[in-house]
């Protein structure tokens, strides 16, 4: 257990080797979702006649096939594609004729402003909604937010964004029900978060996108907490004559996070693929509304795109989640976790 | 043996006024919706018999120019709302339960095999069952629903709906019935009467569905139920979205995305009573499997 008494970020071969296990994992499931993608493009229906039309000439599609590389054996085809996925070229859209990576680039601003707003919401309150039921534990206010939070929990995202436009587009007009209202560029970013009405565009669709993931969260840390405000240091920092709030702000609330984090941290992953249907709801300009549209018009560039890309985005965040799981709890990182 | 284990059951059942209660929500639903030709006032299909003048009639009160009555009100076109929610309970319904069944029947067989056999099939099914556990299932779903409506002539995708529908949602939810199978399998391998039917040189697909199988349905029953309510929603998405069940043949989820379009003129109606239709079958689907989960958990016993 000598790792206990080392700095936050210690370095050590156990670690080293953990990351790299994972790095190798991450990199093979993206490959295998690669693959899928390729097959998609190569398979499902015919690449030159979606890109030439009906009406091209033999000599056109014997060109652009060759141009395609259509004719090479699949393995170099594959590799290929994944070439071109390195360098950031996920071909043209079958419907519009642009080209996919400069379709994402436009719309990924919008998706992950909406996410990370949403998420924020979701800690947050979830969170302090958790120690607070935690704490008051039988008080009629804890028990309601309780009880509220089944209902949303039951209640589908799409039905609860068409709610929250009914009663605050519809009936009290406070906020926009669609679009993001007005943007700023700052290079090359497009934000909704600098204008009055980009922010209120925000409020309906970051609700609707971070109201399971909160009733999730604080469930989460209210029985974590509840758990923890057992534990014999607690009872013993309670016969200390420790003032209640400290005890609970110094000692309870930073051993609930641990859970939390992993949760929360998947919970992003999907935050952002739930987005497709709060996207459609509110038609917020987003990559989750894209990927629908490409679904309904089978634009399979478009959707082999998204499908890469989220892929990528939730690799990623299992990693970090994984990474900050070392960070923050001792145990693993000295190695001594798999020694019990 | 049997008997008293079914009475338990039913013991637990007829004390658990939840259970009782939404049980009886679902089948009154179920039943409404299998017998939607039979009861429903009008026929919302059949084009011909609809009246223009009746669109929009708001519920429990007479249409203002044909006076005809419709209890829950009309949709824009003039279709009975009652009508179109019974045959759109019936497709969500029919799309759950086929695609909770494929689902079963493929997760089933793929957990028993990898768990009996082990080695590189449980390996391969088991590392395609966690690269998929990566991404929601809404998303696979929406993924399938994808690739089969380009594998299908544009002029058919209506006419597949359906079909496209059942294979999306389930191909996105066997990986639940996979695990509990497998790991349940592991353990029931080793046990006794399995070694005993080896002996009897029983063949090994006879193990597994013959003997194996039967000792794990509890865990599949209810993953099942829990995974009704999750296909019924998934359902109501994609049709929501437009790329489930069409306009012409709607689902619960269809007619939600319709009544949206109303809501900010003031048709309130075409939107609340579906949804709260989606609801209460949702709903009641997750409390029963809440407490077929308890009731045959052995450990709460």
């Known amino acids: 257990m000598a790792g206990n008494s080392h700095g936050l970020f210690v370095w050590n071969g156990h670690m080293a080797l953990i990351i790299i296990q994972r790095l190798l994992q991450s990199s093979l499931v993206l490959l295998l979702v690669a693959f899928v993608a390729f097959s998609m493009f190569r398979f499902v229906g015919d690449p030159v006649e979606n890109l030439l039309g009906q009406e091209a000439t033999l000599e056109d599609r014997a060109i652009l096939t060759e141009r395609l590389g259509l004719n090479d054996p699949l393995p170099v085809q594959y590799i290929r594609f994944v070439g071109k996925v390195l360098s950031w070229d996920f071909g043209v859209s079958y419907r519009t004729g642009v080209p996919v990576a400069d379709m994402i680039s436009e719309r990924l601003p919008a998706t992950l402003e909406l996410a990370l707003i949403s998420a924020i919401f979701a800690m947050v309150l979830g969170i302090s909604l958790g120690v607070y039921t935690a704490i008051n534990r039988r008080g009629w206010l804890a028990n309601f937010v309780m009880s509220t939070s089944l209902i949303g929990v039951s209640l589908p995202t799409f039905l609860i964004g068409i709610l929250l436009i009914w009663v605050f587009s519809v009936e009290l007009g406070w906020l926009p029900s669609f679009g993001r209202g007005e943007t700023t560029d700052i290079g090359g970013w497009d934000t909704g978060l600098l204008t009055i009405e980009g922010l209120r565009s925000l409020v309906l669709p970051a609700v609707t996108l971070g109201l399971y993931q909160m009733t999730l969260i604080m469930r989460l840390v209210r029985s974590e907490m509840l758990e923890v405000l057992r534990e014999d240091y607690i009872r013993f920092a309670f016969a200390r004559g420790l003032h209640t709030k400290s005890i609970h702000q110094r000692h309870a609330v930073p051993n609930t996070l641990l859970p939390v984090i992993t949760v929360a941290g998947l919970q992003l992953g999907s935050i952002i693929a739930f987005a497709i249907i709060t996207e459609s709801v509110f038609q917020w300009p987003g990559i989750g509304l894209m990927f629908i549209n490409a679904v309904y018009f089978v634009d399979i560039p478009v959707m082999s795109a998204y499908l890469i890309l989220v892929a990528l985005m939730f690799v990623t965040i299992n990693l970090i989640v994984d990474m900050a799981y070392f960070a923050i709890d001792p145990r693993i990182r000295s190695g001594a976790g798999g020694g019990k | ?248 043949e709607p689902s619960l989820g269809t007619l939600i995305r ?44």
């Open chain 2, 258 to 301: 319709i009544g949206q379009d109303f809501l900010f003129a003031g048709e309130w109606w075409i939107l609340l009573f579906p949804a709260l239709t989606l609801l209460l079958i949702a709903l009641s689907v997750n409390l029963l499997g809440d407490w077929l989960r308890d009731a045959l958990n052995p450990k709460l016993k």
């Open chain 2, 1 to 248: 043996m049997g008997n008293w284990w079914q009475s338990d059951l039913f013991y637990s059942y007829r004390t658990n006024p939840v259970a009782v209660i939404s049980s009886v929500v679902f089948v009154v639903l179920g039943l409404a919706a299998l017998f939607a030709p039979w009861i429903s006032p009008t026929n919302p299909f059949d084009a011909g018999s609809l009246n223009l003048m009746n669109g929009f009639t708001p519920p429990f009160s007479a249409n203002q120019f044909t006076g005809d009555y419709f209890v829950l009100g009309t949709d824009d076109q003039g279709r009975d709302l009652v009508s179109a929610m019974l045959y759109g309970m019936r497709i969500s319904l029919m799309v759950g339960i086929l695609a909770v069944g494929l689902a079963m029947v493929l997760g089933v067989t793929l957990g028993l095999v990898a768990g009996y056999r082990g080695g590189w099939v449980d390996a391969v099914v088991m590392r395609l069952a966690d690269v998929q556990l990566t991404f929601p299932s809404i998303l696979i779903a929406m993924l399938v629903a994808g690739i089969a409506r380009g594998l299908v002539p544009p002029d058919q995708r209506e006419g597949m709906a359906t079909i496209i529908l059942i294979l999306s949602i389930g191909l996105s939810d066997w990986v639940q019935f996979a695990r509990t199978v497998r790991s349940s399998t592991l353990l029931e391998k080793e046990k006794e009467y399995v070694q005993a039917a080896r002996v009897l040189g029983r063949s090994h697909l006879a193990i597994m569905f013959r003997h194996i199988l039967p000792g794990i349905v509890s865990p599949v029953l209810v993953i099942a139920t829990i995974s009704l309510a999750l296909a019924i929603i998934a359902e109501a998405t994609l049709s929501f979205l437009g790329v489930g069940a069409p306009p012409t």
